[in-house]
């Protein structure tokens, strides 16, 4: 399985998201924002991190680059690719996935370890996967998503929200939303959910010594679902 | 030419940092303040002469870069 990890420049989790796939069976490129040519892939990452340091807004800038045109084709052709953190930042931006992401609630950088209830198990990401409830890790200081009230109607109509802030027995309550995202929503997909943003790092927790093993069940489950 | 424009949060959105910034203005004293909203303002010197193509370019821009039609509005306020 092919896959290709855009790095833009800010951009900080790309290495980080190289190791993972590499480790859970990806055959990896690492592939320069202004680049205009996408490598052939089943999975296409936007990373996390701080493209164009956050100007004007969050992922703006770099949803304008070059290599954004040839991603976002290989999206509308049912390409898969998967936004996290910034990279959620960027598909927004992009126009890939519906709503905003806000700065967080209390002004704060959040940066912990948080659970999510898994909304929806129909499709490529989280197909198979056993668990409901995934622990990853959060480090943001824009996640709080946002979207008007007749999109918010769209994505609930066509099952968009992917996950949602929990406690660990899998409760969606307010107390667990960590930056005031509407409904609790720290991922969501596009209509087809060939596109996955989010704001939570699965890429940081794949080795149990350093940190949990949520995303070593994530990638696994991913590839699998790929092949 | 040049044209200014100001992008401000549409009335719904949330906007913390006004809030901290009202909350500020308040514990200096100036207690009499109703709300605060921060917004940008862009001063943009185009080659272009003529007025009303000005205008349009940067409305282009504001709806393609410049604002993001979900959470702001803008508001082009001189161009000269």
């Given at each position: 399985m092919?896959?290709?990890v855009?790095?833009?420049?800010?951009s900080?989790c790309?290495?980080d998201m190289?190791?993972?796939?590499?480790?859970f069976?990806f055959?990896?490129k690492?592939?320069?924002?202004?680049d205009?040519e996408l490598?052939k892939?089943?999975?296409?990452?936007?990373?996390?991190?701080?493209?164009?340091?956050?100007?004007l807004?969050?992922?703006?800038?770099a949803?304008?680059?070059?290599i954004m045109?040839?991603?976002?084709?290989?999206?509308?052709?049912?390409?898969?690719?998967m936004g996290?953190?910034?990279g959620?930042?960027?598909?927004?931006?992009?126009?890939l996935?519906?709503?905003v992401?806000?700065r967080?609630?209390?002004?704060e950088?959040i940066?912990?370890?948080?659970?999510?209830?898994?909304n929806?198990k129909?499709n490529?990401?989280?197909?198979?996967?056993n668990?409901?409830?995934?622990?990853?890790?959060?480090?943001?200081?824009?996640?709080?998503?946002f979207?008007?009230?007749?999109?918010?109607k769209e994505?609930?109509d066509?099952?968009?929200?992917a996950?949602?802030y929990?406690?660990k027995?899998g409760?969606?309550e307010n107390?667990?939303?960590?930056n005031g995202s509407?409904?609790?929503?720290?991922g969501?997909?596009?209509k087809?959910?060939?596109?996955?943003g989010?704001?939570?790092h699965?890429?940081r927790?794949i080795?149990p010594y350093l940190s949990?093993?949520?995303?070593s069940l994530?990638?696994?489950?991913?590839?699998?679902?790929?092949? | 030419?040049?044209?200014?424009?100001?992008?401000?949060?549409?009335k719904d959105?949330l906007?913390?940092?006004?809030?901290i910034?009202h909350?500020t203005?308040?514990g200096?004293?100036?207690?009499?303040?109703?709300?605060v909203?921060q917004?940008?303002?862009?001063?943009?010197d185009t080659?272009?002469?003529d007025q009303k193509?000005a205008?349009?370019?940067v409305?282009e821009?504001?709806k393609?870069l410049l604002?993001n039609l979900v959470i702001?509005?803008?508001?082009i306020?001189?161009?000269?």
């Amino acid at each position: 399985m092919k896959s290709s990890v855009i790095t833009f420049p800010g951009s900080n989790c790309d290495r980080d998201m190289d190791v993972a796939l590499k480790k859970f069976g990806f055959k990896n490129k690492m592939v320069w924002h202004d680049d205009a040519e996408l490598p052939k892939s089943d999975l296409v990452v936007l990373p996390g991190g701080f493209s164009y340091g956050d100007y004007l807004r969050c992922g703006s800038m770099a949803s304008k680059s070059k290599i954004m045109k040839s991603v976002i084709n290989f999206a509308n052709s049912g390409g898969m690719v998967m936004g996290i953190c910034n990279g959620f930042q960027i598909l927004v931006e992009s126009g890939l996935v519906p709503g905003v992401l806000l700065r967080n609630k209390y002004l704060e950088f959040i940066c912990k370890n948080v659970f999510l209830k898994i909304n929806n198990k129909k499709n490529t990401y989280f197909k198979n996967i056993n668990n409901d409830v995934l622990e990853f890790h959060i480090a943001h200081n824009e996640g709080n998503y946002f979207c008007t009230k007749d999109q918010l109607k769209e994505i609930e109509d066509n099952e968009q929200i992917a996950i949602n802030y929990c406690n660990k027995e899998g409760k969606i309550e307010n107390q667990f939303n960590p930056n005031g995202s509407i409904k609790n929503i720290a991922g969501i997909f596009n209509k087809e959910k060939n596109v996955l943003g989010m704001m939570p790092h699965p890429e940081r927790m794949i080795d149990p010594y350093l940190s949990g093993e949520d995303g070593s069940l994530f990638f696994n489950n991913l590839i699998n679902n790929i092949k | 030419m040049k044209v200014s424009v100001i992008i401000t949060l549409k009335k719904d959105v949330l906007d913390p940092q006004g809030k901290i910034i009202h909350q500020t203005l308040d514990g200096m004293g100036f207690n009499d303040v109703n709300e605060v909203r921060q917004g940008k303002y862009f001063e943009i010197d185009t080659k272009e002469n003529d007025q009303k193509k000005a205008k349009d370019k940067v409305e282009e821009m504001c709806k393609k870069l410049l604002a993001n039609l979900v959470i702001e509005n803008y508001k082009i306020i001189d161009a000269q």
